[in-house]
Each structure stands twice: as C-alpha cells, then as structure tokens.
C-alpha cells in the first residue's frame, strides 16, 4: 500500500505552516539542546573577569531568585567587576510567536519595574532592539564587544529556536573571548532528570508526578530560592555610569491595545511587578482550602490565576512552593497522603508545567508547530471559516464554548476547564486545525507559555461533551450567565442547553444562535476522521 501523504497547510494560513514529520524525527534524534550542553562543555573557561552580563530573556523577568542573575552577581562581585543587565527587544519575535498584545504590555511594565529595582542595586539594565529574529544575537554581541564582557549568563529557555539562538551566541563566544554561562531556572526539578528504570525522561504523568512529590519531599533544598544580586561596587558602577538611561523599548504598533480604556483595565486585573505577584500567590493561599473542591468550577475564581507570573517568570515556582511549604506546616512533602487536598491538588498542576519542560526538551519537535503524537499531522482537517469565526467571537450557541471565548476575549485569559472543552471544541466537533486555535490563543492569553499551550492543544481522540461538562463544573450556571448575557434570565438547566431545552418561542426570544453544528454527529465524524487519516498513517 502506497504511504499516506501529510496534507498540505492552506496558503492563506502562514501560521499552520511546519516541518515535515520526517523532519520533526530528525530533530528529535539530534536535539539543540543536547547540541547546546555539548558545546557549553568544550567552551574555554580561563576568561579573566572584566564585566559581567546578564541577558534577561522574556521568562526570568525577575530579580528575585533568579538562578543566572544570581550567579552573575556573585561572578562579578569576586572579581570587584561590574554587573550590567540586558534585555533585547525584536517585534519580529512577537510577531514569530503570535505573542498578544496584553502579554507584549505585561512584560515591557515588567522590564521598566524592574530597571528601577536593579538601579537601586547599581546595575544598569541595557534595552537593545533587534529589528530581525537573526539580529538578537548580533545585537547583544556588540553591546558584549563595546564594554569588553568577559562573562554572559542566562536562564535556558528550552524551545527549539531559542535554543539555537544560544548555540550562535556561543559560537560568537569563542570568537569573541568571552564566556556563556546558562543556568535552569523555571522549574524546581531540572527537565530531563526524572528518568525511569531504563533511563529514558519519563513521559507519563502519573509516575513522574510520583518521582517529582518523592523528590521534593527527600531534599527540601529543592526549592531553595537564592537573593537578588548584591550592588554594583562604585568603581564598578562609575565603569558602566553611561548605561544607566536606556529607555523601555516601546510596543509595536501591531502588538497595541485597541484603546487605551481596554490597556488600563487589563493592567488593574494583571498588575505588573514581583511584589503584584507575591500579593496574588498570598491571597491564594488564603483560600488555598477552596481549590480540591472548586478548581473545576469556573464561577468561583479558586485557582491561583498566577499563570502569567509564571509564564514570564516574574515569580518563580519556587518562591510560590517556598510559600506553599509555609502553609503545609513547613513541609516539602506535597503527596496526597501528607497534604491537605487543596494543597496537593494545586502543587499537582505545578507539576504538570514541570512535565511540559521535560518533554519539549525530550521531543522538541513540540516546539515546531507539531503534534507530539506525530500521527496527527495525517488527519485532513476542514475549511469552515464560518464556524471558526464562530468559535473565536463565542456564538456557536453551545453556551459553554462561547462563554470560555467571551472570557478570553475580556481577560486575555480563559480557565482551565474551559480552555479544555473550547479546544476539544475546535477540532473535534468544528474538525478544524487545532494550530488555528493554538495560534488564537498566543495571539490573546496573557499567559502565553509555548509547552504549556502546546501540550494543551495536544489533539485526542477525547470529545468533551459541553453540556455534560458545563452541568457537572458550572452547576449553578453562574459563569454562562456572567458571560453570556443572552442567557442571563433563563432559568434552571435550560441554560445548559437553550435550544434543546426551551420551547421554540422562548428559545427565539433570547436573540442567541441555534447550534451551529449537532454534537453528536460531529462527534462521530471525528473519531471516524481520526482513525481512518491515522490508520495508515506511517511519520
Ligand atoms: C488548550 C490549553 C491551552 C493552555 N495554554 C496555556 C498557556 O498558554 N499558558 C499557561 O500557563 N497554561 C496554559 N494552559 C494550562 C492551564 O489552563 C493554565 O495554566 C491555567 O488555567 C492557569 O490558571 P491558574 O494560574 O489560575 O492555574 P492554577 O490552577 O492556579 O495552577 C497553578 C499553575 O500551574 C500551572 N498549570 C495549571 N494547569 C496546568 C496545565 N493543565 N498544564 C500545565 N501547567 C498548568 C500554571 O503555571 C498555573 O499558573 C493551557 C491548557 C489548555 C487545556
């Protein structure tokens, strides 16, 4: 039998454009990252210090317990040299990424507050502005050549390009005498060392999950968090003294708020800043008890909403598990038989953030706009402009569904209950690219985090039932009415279901949408889809 082909992306849609499946294997079997450590292993290490460097990248954004920073300081702080910071900023990034324009927002506020901090400490932080995605490096290794760098340190970042974007900086090193430095700073356990018996990275979260709480629980030290870096001395300072006025690079004109009124109130519901950032995980913890029983219900607002504190790094996971601990009686031991359930529940999904590193690093064809089950890339999906743009407005008439993309819309964040059933939504029921919405929510969340999202979108063979989903986690039909205000009178279960449940003349009163498409039909075409692309399917 002949080998199915993979289907070709639509030319009117650059964003679901990606590498072969032969190509992903490729990659997977000769991973950057393993390219990289190799590299920083044979690297000349006998630099005198001269001055230090610390490149921040968009996922440290912090001073506070910041692996690299820290190790910069002290690198610096031996030698009696100066330590400067970095940031370069390069829209065509944001625009490779789809990054959104709250995330663009939240992480320039981010970078000016924290200038001000580092000058307080006598550290400069340099904004440089790279107009190509091939320019970062070269932007930073000139700013490194003008004031003579010795030392560069940075927290990895672990996705495929910005891996490779290191491995070039290190090739400018050994040109260019200096040396780079990179630390692991985004998770608690570093990814790729929870291994199984025959030595592989684990991939399974219920056994990782196991390994990650036995772990944690035997070496408390784990989680220890180290100072923000110590003040530049004033000979050091007087050295850097012009670097002390680079200005905040601006936003893109394509990355700006449709107005300021909409700018401002995202501000106030995501205040920038670590101190923000701590005050939010404080406040959870209050209420951390909620969690186990609430989680799933979206009306009760009991998750953390810390995602985009994580996901730019402006608190680190140990510093909000350092805070944790202090509620758990001053325990490392977070497993369901030594925690509260609240607490066990929410370290749970810290965990899970941990996997998804793991597995970028292990499969970074993840990173590539591919499915980790390769098999996926097979499925012809359909062109329904219609009911895509349906989906991303939420007038679908599933009243679930549409309330999760209203939130979206509002909060440039969704729960995580809903991003499952609008997800499941799109290229299940809808059988359209799962990329498009993929691409949709970098393009919105403020909490944009590349595995995270990714693995979220992980298609599967699961159709989540949005009835069924809505009933069980928005019992009262709080979080419908709230978002969908069409619906907001109508009473008991019909809220659910409007169209099945109300009779035909109150249904059309409402002023909302029939369903677009039957549930179960679409269902079924989709597991027939799936398994008929997927059969002989061979990536
Ligand atoms: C389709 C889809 C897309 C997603 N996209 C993103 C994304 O771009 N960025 C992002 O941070 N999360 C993403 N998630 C995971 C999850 O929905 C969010 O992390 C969570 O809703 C954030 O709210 P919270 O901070 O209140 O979470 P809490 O319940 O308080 O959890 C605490 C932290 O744990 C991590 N976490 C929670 N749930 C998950 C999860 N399922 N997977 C991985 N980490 C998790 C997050 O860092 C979160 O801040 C996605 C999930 C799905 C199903």
Redesign the pocket.
Known sequence: MAKRKEPEPPANHPELKHPSTKRAKEVDAHTPYEELKGLLESQKIDHEVKAVLHWFRSKDLRIHDNRALHDASETAKEAGAPLICAYVHCPAELNWHGTSPARTDFIIENLELMQKELKKHDIPLVFLEASERNEIVPTLFSLVRDISISHVFANYEYEVDELRRDIKLLKHGNEGNFQLALRHDQTVKEPLTLLTNSGKPMKVFTPYHKAWCAEVANDPTLLDTVPAPSKNSSDAKKKVAKLFDSKAPGVPKEKQFASNEERDGIRKMWPAGHQAGIDRMQSFIDQIDNYAAT?SNPAKNS?????PY??AGVVSVREALQMVKKYNGNSTNFSQSAADPGVYG?VR??V??EL?RQTLLDTPHTAMNMPQNLKFDFVRWEEDDEGYKRWEEGTLGVPFVDAGMRQIKHEVYM??RL??NV?SYLYCNLLINYRRGERY?AET?I???LS??TQ??EPSYTVFNPVSQAEKNDPDGEYIRKWVPELKDVKGKAVFDPYHRLPKEEFEKLGYPAPYVDWSKTKARAIERFKSDMRDAEP
């Open positions: 989680r998750t953390s909403r810390m995602s994580f996901a929410w999904e810290i899970f953030r998804y729960h995580n991003r499952m997800s929510f969340l909490d944009w985090d995270n999202n979220g979108w």
